[in-house]
C-alpha cells in the first residue's frame, strides 16, 4: 500500500548537524502531539465508534483508527532522507512487532506498531503520523477552534525539517504557528470546561 521507496545515496551529512535538525523535529513533533491532545478529537469522535473507518467490530471496536497498514513505512517525499529518524525510532522502540489480526471484512492489518493501546510511539514518528487528520476532523478543527488545518502542508515542513531544508526564521515562524494552535485550543478548552461548569451548578441552583 505504502511507498517502499528504492534505498538511494543521499549526501553526508555531519553527525552534529544531524543531531541538530532531529531536535528540531522532536520539538516540532511535541508541539503537534501536544495540539492533537488537546483537541482529543479522535477517540470520543472515531476509533471508539462503530463509524471508525477500520473498526474491528466485536474484537477491537474501532480503535484502530488511521493506523492500518505500516503508514509509518510511508516515505511520501524521494528527497528526504528519512534513515536518522528511523534509525532513532528504532534505537528507542525497536522492530514494529505487532502482529494483530486483519481489520475484518476489510482484508487489511493495523500499523505494526499499533497495540491494543494505540500507537507505541512516543516520539520519533514519520511526518505522515504526526501531521496527519481526515477531512471531518479538519472540519471540526475550524468549526471549533476557528484553526485552518493544512495536514499535507504541515507533513511536508516536518519532512523539510529533518532534511534541514526548513530553519532560522523560517523554522521559528513553523512553531509560532504551531504554538498558536496550541494556545487556541487550550483556551477554547478551558472556556469550555468553564461553561460546564456554569451550566451544572446553575441546574442544582434551580432543583435546591
Ligand atoms: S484522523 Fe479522522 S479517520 Fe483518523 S482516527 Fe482521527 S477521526 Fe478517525
Ligand atoms: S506508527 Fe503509530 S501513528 Fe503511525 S500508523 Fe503506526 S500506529 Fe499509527
Avoid at 24 to 33: D, V
Avoid at 44 to 60: A, F, G, H, L, V
Avoid at 80 to 99: C, I, M
Avoid at 167 to 182: P, S, T, Y
Wanted: net charge negative; hydrophobic share 30%.
Amino acid at each position: 500500500m505504502f511507498h517502499e521507496l528504492i534505498p538511494r545515496e543521499f549526501p553526508q551529512v555531519e553527525p552534529a548537524e544531524i543531531e541538530r535538525r532531529l531536535n528540531q523535529y522532536l520539538e516540532c513533533e511535541a508541539l503537534l502531539k501536544q495540539f492533537f491532545r488537546q483537541v482529543d478529537y479522535c477517540r470520543p469522535n472515531c476509533i471508539t465508534q462503530s463509524i471508525s473507518r477500520y473498526s474491528k467490530k466485536d474484537e477491537i471496536p474501532g480503535i484502530v483508527g488511521c493506523c492500518s497498514d505500516d503508514a509509518y513505512m510511508e516515505k511520501h517525499n524521494p528527497s528526504v532522507d528519512f534513515a536518522p529518524l528511523e534509525q532513532r525510532r528504532r534505537l528507542k522502540y525497536g522492530l514494529p512487532e505487532n502482529q494483530e489480526s486483519e481489520i475484518q471484512g476489510i482484508g487489511r492489518k493495523p500499523c505494526r506498531y499499533h497495540t491494543i493501546e494505540g500507537c507505541v510511539l512516543e516520539d520519533y514518528k514519520p511526518p505522515i503520523c504526526v501531521s496527519y487528520v481526515c477531512g471531518d476532523f479538519v472540519v471540526y478543527l475550524a468549526n471549533t477552534f476557528g484553526i485552518v488545518y493544512d495536514w499535507k502542508n504541515v507533513c511536508e515542513t516536518m519532512a523539510n525539517i529533518l532534511d534541514g531544508q526548513i530553519c532560522g526564521a523560517e523554522l521559528e515562524k513553523f512553531k509560532q504557528q504551531l504554538n498558536i494552535f496550541v494556545e487556541q485550543t487550550k483556551t477554547r478548552k478551558e472556556q469550555q470546561h468553564q461553561d460546564d461548569t456554569t451550566h451544572i451548578s446553575e441546574h442544582l441552583l434551580a432543583l435546591v
